[in-house]
């Protein structure tokens, strides 16, 4: 079936909402949400108070949009954006790299931690569990733009993406980036945490959110997203996003 989704939800005047734009809003405000329920389960030191809670979001808003933009910009289209340097705060129109975003995020958690004098593995192991709603999110706005399609197949359940530049049938890999990195992922820790003490080892959190984001993206560029971008090594041949994904990976193993 052809997808069409009106990518602006409405307009009025020189103001838009668009399903992009929705996804980073609904993402969050499940992540503050969430970073208060996780209260519950650490210890009296690692406790969160509100307003700590709402400076930790406010260093991290900007840190993911600053560092997913850039990101984007430096990792996937360079040589577009040299040419159109306007463009490169036109965030609504999509292009936000996760792993740009995951780096201006840490940065973030850096500067919060050491202004706030709070445990840094502490607030990785809360963003584990808070981004992920938001990557949810995300990806199902990525479906609905109709960017970042999957390869060409006949199976039932694909899509025609004419942003693509053909007709041909494709995979919804948004779809499957969705469930693999945020829904399934968000329903392991959610297990953890009501049967394990898992969160209350620091740094268990946030190393399996990487290895599990690592792995189930690097699994969906080999099998199923057209790639943006090929690194040829010889034989071998790998995608922008399965390059960047590697280290998270092997930081994991090495660990």
């Known amino acids: 079936m052809e997808l069409f989704i009106n ?47 709402e400076s930790l979001i406010n260093y991290s808003v900007i840190g993911v949009i600053l560092g997913g933009r850039l990101g984007y910009v430096l990792f996937y289209e360079p040589v577009y954006f040299f040419n159109n340097p306007s463009q490169i705060l036109a965030v609504w129109n999509g292009g936000m790299s996760f792993h740009g975003g995951f780096l201006g995020f840490l940065f973030s958690v850096l500067l919060f931690c050491k202004i706030k004098k709070h445990s840094v593995w502490n607030i990785f192991d809360r963003a584990a569990m808070c981004v992920l709603p938001g990557l949810f999110f995300g990806r199902i706005a990525n479906f609905i733009n109709g960017e970042l399609w999957g390869k060409k197949t006949d199976i039932a359940f ?9 007709l041909a049938t494709r995979h919804p890999s948004q779809l499957y980036e969705a469930m693999l990195e945020g829904f399934i992922p968000f329903i392991i820790f959610i297990i953890l945490l009501k049967t394990t003490n898992f969160f209350k080892r620091e740094g268990l959190f946030s190393g399996l959110f990487i290895l599990l984001y690592g792995c189930a993206r690097f699994f969906v560029e080999e099998f199923f997203r057209e790639p943006d971008g090929v690194f040829n090594f010889g034989t071998i041949e790998v995608s922008t996003g399965q390059l960047l994904s590697i280290p998270m990976i092997i930081r994991f193993d090495i660990n």
């Open 7 to 53: 990518p602006v939800i409405f307009k009025l005047g020189f103001f838009e909402l668009r399903w992009y734009s929705l996804a980073y809003i609904f993402g969050f405000i499940c992540a503050g949400l969430l970073a208060f329920y996780l209260n519950r389960f650490s210890s009296e030191v690692n406790i969160l108070s509100k307003t700590k809670t």
């Open 158 to 166: 694909s899509f025609i993406f004419p942003a693509s530049g053909d």
